[in-house]
Structures are given as structure tokens and as C-alpha cells.
């Protein structure tokens, strides 16, 4: 795998609808980038249902809602996964502070928050399913967008709903696609065809294929065991996927590296609706 590059690249990493892997992907994509050198912050930005915690078998003392205390820094929140540089931000599920935030709650949450950002090479926002404004949102302020879709009819379908309401309403036209769930690399190409046609066709907008997953039993067996694909069946077909995948986002971060260093790592004026 090609090194990193050293300009810390945030990721939206997101669906149409749940149940297609995407937090599965997300934690797994983080720790191939680590086995190659990068410090990777994945933060779960699920505010709604977060379960990142759960696929780690860990239960952090502090979460993003501790965050809105006014003697909490997010230096006390970060939980080391793997030492190195491999941690994580942990979400809290259902919390009204989180998902009604007002404009003046968000800037001060990402105004602590910016305060480690820049400390990785990669971070990783696991965001919540669908088109929830403030997942919308979120989405908009990162430097680029991972869309997850499997070749499920309903997942096509919102996963276009994802890239029309953020081209349509955060000016937003740079997608990264991954098909997850596919029987075979030919169905994870079709899959990502028949979205990139009806985004070319009715958005005039290009998206970019990085790769499918294979299917894998070895996945659902490290969610039940609590443990990441990669440790617990590092030779299984999907965790080489993903390796393929974590590699194109390395050589992607590298061959935009000159674009993503006069970036913010997040866009913190939080774009509105036009």
C-alpha cells in the first residue's frame, strides 16, 4: 500500500439506508490506513444510533454529547484503539442536545473538536443513514464523501436520494463509491454503474468507483465477536477488499495533496440550503 500523505483528509463515510456495512467499513478502512503508517481518528458522528462503541466491544467513559460541557476538551473524549495513532470519538445515541444542535452549539462542539483534528493523517466521520439534515450537513463540511451502496434496489435508490439532496442543496458534486455486499467484483461494478448513469443522466454529476466488497461470513462473525474484520480474519476476501479500497484512498489523498492542503479539514461555516 502506498504511504499517506501528511495533510490530514476528512471523510464522510455514508449511506442512503442502513444496513449496508457502512460502520463496518468505516472502522475496518480506518485500520487498514493505520497498518500502513497513518494516524486515523474515527469519529462517530451517529448521533441518532451510534454503534461504533459496540463493534469496538468497548463502552468509553465520554462520548460527543460530554463535549457540550464547557470544562470538557476533546483530548478527554479520544479513546486509543490500537496503539500509534489509531483512536476514536465516540457517539451517544438519541441525545436531543446532538440531533437539534443550533448553530451556535455546532460552532462551539467543532471549535474543540478542530483542536485534534489536524494531529492524523485521515478522519473518518461515520455518519447516520439517509438524509437527515444535520447528517447532510455534516457531510458537506468534509473534504470528500464515501458512499456506500450494495446492489439492493432500495440501497440504489437512496443512495441517489444522498447525492441529489447534497448537489442540490450544499453545492456538493464529489462522491467516492464503494458497493459492499456483492456477490461477485463484476455485480460491485454493475451496482456502481447503474447509480453513476442515473446521477450522470438526471445530476450531471460524475461519480467515482473505489472498489466492492465481497460478501464475506467472516464479517458477521467479527461483529458478533466484537472485533474488527481485520484482526480477526486478516486473510478473509472481504478484508482484502477493503485493503484494496483503503489503498485507492491513500493514493487518492496522495495524488490531492497540494487541492487538500489549502482546504479546512471540515468546512466549520456548516453550508445552508439554497
Do not use: W
Request: proline fraction near 5%.
Amino acid at each position: 500500500m502506498p504511504q499517506p500523505t501528511k495533510t490530514t483528509m476528512s471523510l464522510a463515510v455514508l449511506s442512503g439506508k442502513g444496513g449496508v456495512g457502512k460502520t463496518n467499513l468505516a472502522l475496518n478502512m480506518a485500520f487498514a490506513l493505520h497498518r500502513a503508517g497513518a494516524k486515523v481518528l474515527i469519529m462517530d458522528f451517529d448521533v441518532g444510533l451510534a454503534n461504533m462503541d459496540v463493534l469496538l466491544g468497548i463502552a468509553p467513559e465520554k462520548n460527543l454529547q460530554d463535549l457540550l460541557q464547557s470544562g470538557v476538551q476533546a483530548k478527554d473524549v479520544v479513546v486509543a484503539i490500537e496503539p500509534g495513532g489509531l483512536d476514536f470519538l465516540p457517539a451517544a445515541s438519541g441525545v436531543p442536545e446532538l440531533l437539534d444542535m443550533d448553530e451556535d452549539v455546532k460552532d462551539m462542539l467543532f471549535s474543540k473538536l478542530n483542536h485534534v483534528f489536524g494531529e492524523y493523517d485521515f478522519l473518518f466521520l461515520d455518519l447516520g443513514a439517509g438524509i437527515n439534515p444535520l447528517v447532510m450537513q455534516v457531510a458537506a463540511m468534509a473534504m470528500t464523501r464515501l458512499l456506500i451502496v450494495t446492489p439492493e434496489p432500495t440501497s440504489l435508490t437512496d443512495g441517489y436520494a444522498v447525492v441529489k439532496v447534497l448537489s442540490s442543496q450544499r453545492g456538493v458534486r464529489d462522491f467516492l463509491v464503494v458497493a459492499n455486499q456483492v456477490t461477485t467484483h463484476a455485480e460491485g461494478k454493475a451496482t456502481f454503474e447503474r447509480l453513476a448513469l442515473a446521477c450522470k443522466k438526471f445530476l450531471d454529476i460524475d461519480i467515482d468507483f473505489f472498489g466492492s466488497v465481497l460478501s464475506d461470513p467472516a464479517v458477521p462473525r467479527a461483529v458478533r465477536l466484537q472485533v474488527p474484520l481485520l484482526k480477526s480474519a486478516p486473510t478473509s476476501r472481504a478484508a482484502k477488499d477493503i485493503l484494496a479500497v483503503a489503498a485507492r484512498i491513500v493514493r487518492f489523498s496522495r495524488d490531492n495533496a497540494d487541492i487538500l492542503r489549502e482546504l479546512p479539514i471540515l468546512k466549520n461555516n456548516f453550508p445552508q440550503s439554497s
